[in-house]
């Protein structure tokens, strides 16, 4: 056991080696962007910078009212985040602030009963994003941007499709006026209570305002785009409600006939993360899982943008702007941070030649938010959560959801996995459990190593040998395929097999073509050689790759079985090994001699010959 510690140990001291010794992100890169920037860069960055806040503003207020926190957290979220990320970046692929999913994740983040109002939320945020920054800059430290590729796709689209009609049923009681306790009902809750109510709420302000938004947005985004669509949208329902209240007040109404988003500007700048133990307990899984998620966004969005416009991007980079705009969102009591495919698209069409249009793009909406905060409190609710809608139902891309059905039953059965979680748990908790399930059955397709028996024939030639037929005395097992944990139970059906063969005198284990043996395996050799050691049989191990060859030595096993029993892959002579093998073989069994015809196993889908010849020994 002390032996097996210090091992453990000197392979952590390794590890930690090796990591201090990888490339690090640049610390400041945006000095360099500065200095190589001229006029011309400049004004286009200006003017790409100023067009992408028209599209930021109104869309970071719709996704705090979708993460059910103040519109406050969303601005400030999305100036802060504008800023501060290209400045650790230096990149002008990424655009970064609140999206639609991490939006959704806050929202689920936010179902313990530590946060169920909006206040509370907002005040449980600053941790959650501490946490999150500090996971994503331990990430670009180790450079662990890349494992965002063992995120199935099929996981990313279930889980954005039921984020969808989660958000979707929050916002529905806004958009119609409904009060707010409907918020928490289910999809087919609310949809019922408007149906039921559909008299009264065709009566209201907040129904026909919500209606005219959405009319005005689609109107206008086939022509103008979708920025200004938004910003033309939310203004015309602002003006039609500021008539509609003065009308009511001249007839001496008293009371407001629609629902505002309110003061926008409240709460301090500056703000304080708990840092108890407690706090960081409740937290842990779904700052974890935000992180997960802004690395997939991140880096998705900023190769795509990559691909659009040639520029590089080290995506490594790009996380460390990512974690360093959440650690100042934390400060701040923005929202999350992450990669925004709208708004990046949006940066790269509006000419954005370098990172400092992201820049101008966070002052502007910083500037607007904290000088302009009380006009944005005058922007009708409902025009904000019909907004939330129409990007919901877009965000859920139906075209995709119908291509992963019908791709096969794995893909359905892993959409389906993730979507089901994702309505009725936290939606962490769905990004974990539909990767665990696509991992399941990586693993399922990979845990059936193929395994091929030789042994003598009449004339002493090596070959295949039937099923059920005795043996001459030497078994000859070809390996091949993945021997992982998962594979163990049907490895060790081939050797049980092998092994009950009551002429068995030596059993020999081909490795050559065997892949990723761990613990699991060398355990099970371990007791296989015990077994038949007892029985007066034995084992031998040959074309032992070096790596396969360190676990052997390491685990003992060439100590338990014999070094002349373990014999090493020749990649100078690839017959070598076998024949060394089977002449040893031979000699435990009894000696004489044999032609060994040396032949291999071929792919499984391919038809195997009676016998393949490379070379011929005589033994």
């Known amino acids: ?135 994503l800059l331990l990430a670009s ?54 149906l039921v109510s559909a008299r009264k709420l065709a009566l209201g302000v907040d129904l026909w305002l919500a209606v005219l938004t959405a009319a005005a947005y689609l109107a206008f985004r086939r022509r103008h785009g979708a920025g200004k669509a938004i910003l033309v949208a939310v203004t015309v329902a602002t003006i039609f409600a500021a008539l509609g209240q003065n009308v009511a007040a001249n007839q001496g109404s008293h009371g407001d006939l629609v629902h505002y988003v309110g003061a926008a500007a409240q709460g ?22 935000l992180a997960v998620l802004v690395i997939i ?35 701040t009591g923005g929202m999350a941070a992450s990669g925004s495919i709208t708004r990046s698209a949006l940066n790269v069409a509006s000419g954005a030649r370098t990172a400092l249009a992201s820049v101008f793009c966070g002052a502007a909406v910083l500037g607007v938010a904290l000088l302009a905060g009380k006009w944005v409190g005058l922007v009708p609710l409902s ?109 060790h059906d081939h050797l049980r097999r092998a092994s009950a063969d009551p002429n068995l005198k030596v059993m020999v284990v081909k490795f050559r073509e065997a892949l990723h043996l761990d613990a699991n395996g060398v355990l099970l050799l371990r007791d296989l050689a015990e077994t038949l050691r007892q029985a007066g049989r034995h084992l031998i191990l040959c074309e032992a790759k070096p790596e396969t060859m360190a676990i052997f030595v390491n685990a003992g096993l060439v100590e338990q079985i014999g070094a002349e029993n373990v014999i090493p892959w020749d990649a100078s002579n690839p017959t070598a090994a076998l024949a060394r093998a089977v002449r040893r073989a031979k000699a435990l069994a009894g000696g004489g001699e044999a032609v060994l015809r040396v032949v291999t196993a071929p792919h499984p889908e391919l038809p195997r010959p009676a016998s393949a010849s490379a070379d011929d020994w005589q033994i």
């Open 1 to 135: 056991m002390l032996k097996g510690l210090l091992g453990f140990f000197a392979d952590l001291l390794q590890l930690l080696r090796r990591a201090a010794g990888m490339p690090r992100p640049a610390t400041f890169p945006v000095v360099g962007v500065i200095r190589s920037s001229d006029a011309p860069s400049l004004r286009a960055d200006v003017v790409a910078g100023l067009s992408v806040a028209l599209l930021a503003f109104p869309m970071s207020m719709a996704f705090a009212m979708k993460a059910g926190l103040p519109v406050w957290c969303g601005l400030v979220g999305c100036g802060v985040a504008a800023f501060v990320a290209p400045l650790f970046s230096g990149s002008a692929n990424l655009s970064a602030g609140p999206t639609n999913a991490s939006a959704a994740l806050l929202l689920g983040s936010f179902a313990a009963p530590v946060a169920l109002s909006p206040e509370l939320r907002a005040a449980a945020l600053p941790t959650l994003l501490l946490m999150t920054g500090l996971f």
């Open 141 to 194: 430290w180790l450079r662990l941007g890349g494992f965002a590729d063992f995120v199935p796709r099929t996981v990313i689209s279930a889980y954005v499709a039921a984020a969808a009609l989660r958000v979707i049923a929050m916002q529905l009681p806004a958009a119609v006026g409904l009060q707010s306790e409907f918020s928490d009902d289910t999809l087919p809750e609310v949809v019922w209570t408007i």
């Open 268 to 289: 301090p700048l500056l703000r304080t993360p708990d840092l108890s133990l407690r706090t960081f307990s409740t937290l842990f899984s779904p700052a974890l899982a």
């Open 297 to 331: 966004e991140g880096t998705a969005n900023a190769r795509a943008s990559a691909l659009r416009t040639g520029r590089a991007s080290d995506l490594h980079q790009e996380t460390y702007g990512l974690a360093m705009a959440n650690l100042a969102c934390a400060f």
């Open 383 to 491: 025009s904000l959560a019909a907004l939330v809608i129409i990007a919901e139902v877009e965000l859920a891309n139906l075209a995709v959801v119908r291509i992963i059905l019908q791709s096969g039953r794995q893909d359905r059965a892993v959409f389906l996995a993730t979507f089901a979680t994702a309505l009725v748990a936290p939606l962490d908790v769905a990004i974990f459990f539909g990767t665990a399930v696509a991992i399941a059955f990586y693993l399922k397709q990979t845990s059936r190593p193929d395994v091929v028996e030789y042994d003598f024939g009449e004339t002493g030639e090596l070959r295949e040998r039937p099923a059920g037929r005795a043996s001459t005395g030497i078994s000859v097992l070809h390996v091949e395929g993945s021997l992982h944990f998962g594979a163990t139970q049907a490895f």
